[in-house]
């Protein structure tokens, strides 16, 4: 279930942040308002692009896909699997 979450105003100084377009981001910060309190969620692109941007049609799941990878990359989410 979603959770409100807050943006401390030190994010957009971040680093990291600035490496990231501007989707990248908003998916990034979308990413924290559908994972639990201990931050852990699903990362199955189809379904947090539907959970995030559920109007834009112009970010396809491949991108979020891509998007994610990245952002794991970026040491920023750590993707993982559970049997």
Known sequence: MARKRM??????RD?????LTHTERLMFIGLW???DDNGV????PK???AD???YDDTFRVSDFSKSLDRLATLNMITLYSVD
């Open 7 to 12: 943006i401390d105003p030190n994010f957009w």
């Open 15 to 19: 680093e990291k942040i600035g490496e």
């Open 33 to 35: 308002t559908f994972s």
């Open 41 to 44: 969620g699903r990362a199955n």
């Open 47 to 49: 379904l947090l692009k």
């Open 52 to 54: 995030i941007f559920p």
